[in-house]
């Protein structure tokens, strides 16, 4: 799986050909269209048309902008422009839905907030879905039980988000029965506690049936990344052995390391050997590509992301304008912290010059003053899509090594290894060209927020060291200049899944 072609890949099909019926009784966020040809027949004794069915769940991934998402713009803007790291940017009455999100006023009727529950249901759905089929499956087990772990641990993270932004949520564990449909299991919300369980359990499964990295395709699920998402949960889960073992497993098992140069990392290709997609930093990152009809890319990613054009105007913009990095973590930079230009687009007296030679024109011809750098894709160095903006073929990164550093070094401090923690962070703060310093909780999330800043973490990355550390949400935001309370914790409930669903599903406290 080298690319996953939006188009030419989309083959959830069976499932859904034969469960569109009962799935109309899950209500709206479980609608996921009819899709391809594969027949039962095929799945149960093709471990080629099987793996094709567990493809078609990654397609979820490519819908994006103002549809159903999972990681395009509106989860940005539910990660990024909802945390300190990132104002809405645009204009400032430009989607009103942001402006919500981003000034702390989300209401229950919010699109996005809607929009993103959906997404991430409709991927749960497909999972389900292959799952279902899979089962069946008759050809040799070690290829059907690690068809069924990526499958798995892809549903583990489509659940590690909802649970994340919303809380406890409905646990859809199958594909239901006609006669199931509507039992309130399906209907109501289980518990956070529940939903984290759920995960574990299907990230041990991908853990121990998964191939690792070089033994499958490029860009499908591996145990590292099982292992790695796995580490991440339990560090939210507060059980820092856990997240110590798992990301220590993954670091003891070679097969990744820092990109040297900070800024190569979220570039299309590699430049003497470093950086570029699937880099060696990379766990996993959804694909993109080039095919003919423009709809290999991410909807709406990158484009939403670019700067704009405003004042005098007089150039051809790069986007939306959307996701700007904050005056708050501008001024969290240490000096001489190379993430910091490779992170931030910043609108210079005189014009600014891109890594590829274009030159953005002074701050009276740009809407902003500030653009994430992780987002771009070069119309020019890199490849294009025949002038096709909105799927810019930019790869996402979802986990990445340096991640699983910080996240031992964090579990390895909770646990008292502290020699280790500071040996995690020597090498992220090296690479950065900075100093080494002492491990401690407030620097290695000083050392998260740098590291990982633009890349959709922040906001829950708040949420959960306001857990270890009570206030520290407030003092996040009050640097930010925004009034933080409890409720902000999680995200409401849409009211459009309470109103499909009778009723049943009760919102979350406070909205």
């Not at 080298?2 to 030419?8: E, G, H, T, V």
């Not at 140069?261 to 990379?282: F, H, M, T, V």
């Not at 670019?306 to 996701?323: E, H, I, Q, T, V």
Request: charged share 20%; proline share 3%.
């Amino acid at each position: 799986m080298k690319k996953i072609y939006n188009k030419n890949l989309n083959i959830i099909a069976v499932c859904m050909l034969v469960l569109t019926a009962t799935l109309s009784a899950c209500k709206h966020y479980l609608d996921v269209n009819p899709q391809g040809k594969i027949t039962q027949d095929d799945i149960a004794k093709d471990p080629n048309a099987a793996k094709a069915l567990v493809t078609g769940i990654y397609n979820v991934f490519y819908i994006g902008g103002f549809d159903p998402d999972i990681d395009s713009f509106q989860f940005v803007i539910m990660t990024d422009i909802a945390s300190d790291d990132a104002d809405k940017g645009s204009s400032p009455d430009d989607y009103g839905d942001a402006k919500q999100i981003d000034n702390l006023q989300t209401s229950a009727t919010n699109g996005v907030v809607n929009n993103v529950w959906t997404g991430h249901y409709q991927g749960v759905a497909r999972a389900n879905q292959a799952l279902d089929k899979l089962q069946n499956a008759q050809f040799d087990a070690a290829t059907k039980n690690a068809l069924i772990g990526e499958a798995k641990f892809l549903r583990a993270y489509f659940y590690f988000n909802l649970v994340r932004l919303y809380g406890g949520v409905p646990l859809l564990d199958k594909v239901p029965l006609a006669s199931e449909a509507n039992q309130d299991k399906y209907q109501t919300r289980a518990t956070a506690d529940a939903i984290y369980a759920f995960i574990i359990s299907d990230l041990d499964f991908a853990a121990a049936n998964l191939p690792d990295k070089g033994a499958t395709d490029v860009g499908r699920a591996t145990k590292s990344a099982a292992q790695s998402l796995e580490a991440k949960v339990y560090l939210y889960m507060k059980n820092y052995q856990k997240a110590y073992d798992l990301s220590k497993a993954v670091m003891d098992g070679g097969k990744y390391s820092l990109v040297k140069d900070y800024s190569l990392i979220w570039r299309q290709r590699a430049i003497n050997g470093d950086g570029g997609n699937n880099n060696s930093e990379s766990i996993f990152e959804i694909q993109a590509g080039i095919n003919k009809d423009c709809s290999a890319g991410i909807n709406l990613y990158s484009v939403s992301q670019g700067p704009r054009a405003g004042g005098k105007f007089g150039w051809a913009d790069l986007g939306f304008g959307f996701n700007n990095p904050s005056a708050s973590l501008l001024a969290e930079y240490e000096a001489n912290d190379v993430r910091k230009a490779a992170t931030v687009i910043s609108i210079n007296a005189h014009g600014t010059v891109l890594w590829d030679g274009f030159r953005i024109p002074s701050q009276d011809s740009v809407q902003n003053s500030t653009y994430s750098y992780k987002a771009y894709h070069s119309r020019t160095a890199e490849d294009n899509c025949g002038g096709n903006t909105d799927r810019l073929p930019k790869q996402v990164r979802i986990l990445r090594y340096a991640d699983i550093l910080l996240i031992n070094a964090e579990a390895a401090f909770q646990l008292g290894r502290t020699g280790e923690a500071s040996t995690d962070l020597t090498l992220v703060r090296t690479r950065a060209g900075l100093p080494s310093t002492g491990a401690s909780l407030l620097t290695i999330w000083h050392e998260r927020r740098m590291e990982l800043a633009e890349e959709h973490d922040r906001f829950f990355d708040i949420v959960r060291q306001d857990a270890v550390m009570p206030g520290r949400a407030a003092a996040a935001f009050a640097a930010h200049g925004k009034t933080w309370a409890a409720k902000y914790a999680l995200f409401p409930i849409p009211q459009t899944q309470i109103d499909l669903s009778g009723g049943r599903l009760k919102q979350n406290t406070g909205y």
